[in-house]
């Protein structure tokens, strides 16, 4: 045989069918080839004599075409203009693939990469004297042309360099005015490239079937490896699979092993022989040579865009697809856009630890058996919608890694753990509750207290908490900073936002990292100056305090990891390292200005950050919640906010019961925030252990001390001391608003510390840092 047969598809299937040998049997509709008919009779001597007229043309007709319109407009279809698409990996920090993006599921490799007898198997079944032609091979148009009028056969005599144009030149219909075209572009082609260089062409583009594009997609399709490390054995199950990529349903080839081991083996066998005629290999290689496993199709990922979906139940760790967005996100900003990203064979490394992002998951996705919400119940009761769902994100607070992050399975859907946009507005917050004080309490301090300052905390139905709930203190107005923060009172809170003014808290959490907030009407991006000044009661009222208004996990996790790291902020981000494979060597070099952007900026006062991290130790220790962690310290904050019911008139009305739970903190190694609550309104929803509503110490704890715990064993992490309170700020100071309950004398009777025991030696207000 002098060329390959000059298939056409239907379908992205080839229509015609071979015998179990691999050799064609002459149909192509899948039944017994029968006597045709009087019109399929006609129909056959006209395509005999098209293809007998088409091939005498090329064969002779050589140098008149030379002239033609054909060969004065190729240029744009050489390869240097005709660029293929390759695949983007998307890896995570220690380079395991976590997804894929891209139309094409192709990579290119350079040919000199792989062994020289391999690659030989590669083009041996479907091209064998391409190194005796100039492109076009008339001995095999003219085979193909004999078998085409004495046979029912239907056979062409193309090379593998007229394929490769046929594929740039995307000309898959059938003409034989093409098949002109594609002739003179051979030729054109084999003009100026060498026969290396023009195989490289055709491998990297051709169809291997299992959704593979090129030698290197297809290597790891069927083996597991890189085509450099293909064997002949292998190599020649690839080449055998080109022939027909897929049957007639476009799924395995008739030439797959897996599905069809008869005649995969069959043509097998026929590369193989190809090779020997050539001398390409020896009689004794070709008789050690050993057919060889091919990989399950199941395990196979054929899909050429991986990734931004996952079903529910897959592996813990899979549910990645909103961490390509961030990714699509962050290098547009450095000039790739999305879809060059997609088509520019790049490998991105993300900053995901597989750790992390497995164990995250696994305690916080509702599908997953044994995480801490499998087994919640969904109503979709419009009066009493509820799905019970988490969002969790973890930084490495010295520098701004997202190591972990869950926002969901399916990465085209509502993240629930950062920004969206729907219907053209800006969703996606959840009220903090009680865990917003972390950013309150560290204004207050700012501005000059301390956390030994007192303040009334008394329930006062003249101030309008909304719907946060009372307590009532033993400490009643003179409750220490220190101590509400531990209690999680709300009064005290409120009270600090209005006597230091909303703005400021609205300010703090802007610095620490909160970039967007939610009022009750609407979202509003914070600025570097705040939406408000100091006093300002709009957007954000004195209910910012406590945690009224809406903020997403990211910006909380973000916040949280400032106040760990001492005051300073590392923008969060996702892209660690950008490549792109050099056409020549085939390693993959950095793209020069692109990847990971550090610029860590002290933003708040170290001090301030130390007494703020000293008190959301003390909340973790006062909840008893130390042994959770085998000692280890841990800083942590809690927050709910209540949800709303539909009375018997089908008017909403506050509810005791919360619909939104939080906990946020660190360990010196990384922060973490859980929020979790009703993903789909505001009515309460209940934790599946207990059956009774969620709170911060219930489904959020669980996932946040599981996670904390168990990645921490698993990296067998250190249990490093926090940092030291600083005593920052005036015990005294004159905004606060603390009523003592006695007068301050030498004959004050015993009282309870931190509770009200009056300061008698206010802390001098320490200078900024």
Not at 689 to 709: A, D, L
Not at 742 to 751: E, G, K, L, W
Request: charge should be positive; include cysteine; aromatic fraction near 8%.
């Amino acid at each position: 045989m002098g060329g390959p047969d000059d298939r056409e598809r239907v379908g992205g299937a080839q229509s015609r069918r071979t015998s179990p040998d691999g050799k064609p049997d002459g149909r192509t509709d899948g039944k017994s080839a029968g006597k045709p008919g009087g019109k399929a009779k006609k129909a056959r001597r006209t395509k005999i004599l098209l293809a007998s007229f088409a091939a005498l043309l090329i064969v002779f007709g050589g140098g008149a075409i030379a002239t033609t319109y054909y060969f004065d407009s190729v240029d744009e279809f050489l390869p240097e203009n005709f660029k293929t698409a390759q695949t983007t990996m998307i890896m995570d920090v220690d380079g395991k693939q976590i997804a894929q993006l891209g139309t094409a599921n192709r990579i290119n490799v350079p040919m000199n990469l792989i062994p020289e007898k391999s690659r030989l198997a590669l083009i041996a079944g479907e091209d064998k004297d391409f190194f005796d032609h100039h492109g076009v091979s008339y001995t095999g148009i003219m085979r193909a042309a004999w078998k085409n009028l004495t046979s029912d056969e239907s056979q062409g005599g193309s090379t593998i360099t007229q394929q490769y144009i046929k594929i740039a030149t995307d000309q898959a219909q059938i003409s034989y005015a093409r098949k002109l075209r594609e002739a003179v572009l051979a030729r054109k082609l084999e003009d100026k490239y060498d026969k290396n260089t023009i195989m490289g062409f055709y491998l990297n583009t051709i169809d291997f079937g299992r959704g593979a594009v090129g030698v290197e997609k297809a290597a790891q399709a069927y083996f597991g490896k890189g085509a450099k490390d293909l064997t002949v054995a292998e190599a020649a199950v690839l080449g055998a699979v080109i022939r027909d990529p897929y049957d007639d349903g476009g799924k395995l080839s008739i030439y797959d092993p897996e599905g069809h081991p008869d005649t995969a083996k069959g043509r097998w066998g026929y590369v193989l022989d190809n090779m020997v005629e050539k001398k390409w290999i020896t009689p004794e290689e070709r008789a050690q040579q050993q057919f060889p496993q091919v990989r399950k199709y199941a395990t196979v990922t054929t899909s050429a865009e991986w990734g931004i979906k996952v079903q529910p139940g897959s592996p813990a760790g899979t549910a990645t697809g909103n961490v390509i967005n961030y990714v699509y996100e962050e290098l547009k900003a450095q000039g790739i856009e999305p879809q060059e990203l997609k088509t520019g064979g790049y490998r991105v490394t993300t900053t995901i630890d597989a750790e992390a992002q497995k164990r995250l998951e696994a305690a916080a996705r509702p599908d997953l058996k044994g995480s801490e919400l499998y087994g919640r119940k969904i109503v979709t009761d419009p009066k009493k919608k509820q799905d019970l769902e988490s969002a969790g994100v973890v930084i490495d607070h010295t520098n701004g890694r997202v190591m972990a992050y869950y926002g969901g399975l399916d990465g085209t859907a509502i993240d629930l753990a950062g920004l969206n946009t729907q219907g053209g507005a800006l969703v996606g917050g959840h009220p903090p509750g009680s865990s917003m004080k972390i950013y309150t309490l560290a204004a207050a301090l700012e501005a000059g207290a301390s956390l030994q300052s007192r303040w009334k905390a008394k329930p006062d139905k003249s101030l309008n908490l909304g719907n946060a709930g009372w307590s009532n203190p033993s400490c009643g107005d003179y409750c220490t900073l220190e101590f509400s923060f531990m209690k999680s009172y709300n009064v005290p809170f409120y009270w600090v936002a209005r006597q230091i003014g909303p703005g400021k808290v609205v300010k703090m959490a802007y610095q620490a990292g909160v970039r967007y907030m939610w009022n009750n009407d609407n979202i509003e991006s914070l600025s570097a100056k705040g939406v408000q000044t100091d006093a300002s009661r709009t957007p954000f009222d004195r209910q910012v305090g406590f945690g009224q208004y809406g903020i997403t996990v990211l910006d909380h996790a973000t916040g949280v990891a400032t106040i760990a790291n001492g005051g300073v902020y590392n923008k969060p981000h996702f892209v660690l390292k950008v490549e792109k494979k050099d056409p020549d060597t085939g390693k993959y070099e950095p793209v020069q200005g692109k990847g990971e952007k550090l610029d860590a900026k002290q933003v708040i006062n170290r001090r301030v950050a130390n007494d703020v991290s000293y008190a959301m130790e003390k909340v973790f220790t006062d909840h008893g919640w130390s042994g959770a962690q085998d000692g280890r310290q841990v800083a942590a904050k809690t927050g709910t906010w209540e949800g709303a019911t539909v009375d018997k008139n089908g008017n909403w009305q506050p509810s005791t019961s919360n619909a939104h739970a939080w906990v946020v903190g660190f360990t010196k190694q990384f922060s973490v925030a859980i929020w979790t609550g009703n993903a789909a309104g505001s009515y309460p929803v209940l934790d599946p252990k207990t059956g009774k509503t969620i709170n911060s110490g219930s489904t959020p704890y669980r996932v946040w001390s599981e996670f904390v715990k168990d990645y921490s064993d698993a990296k067998k992490l250190p249990k490093q001391k926090l940092a030291d309170p600083s005593r920052y700020g005036s015990d005294g100071v004159q905004f606060a608003n603390g009523v003592s309950p006695t007068p301050i004398t030498p004959t004050t009777p015993a009282c309870i510390p931190m509770v009200n025991c009056a300061t008698e030696t206010p802390n001098p207000t320490a200078p900024p840092t």
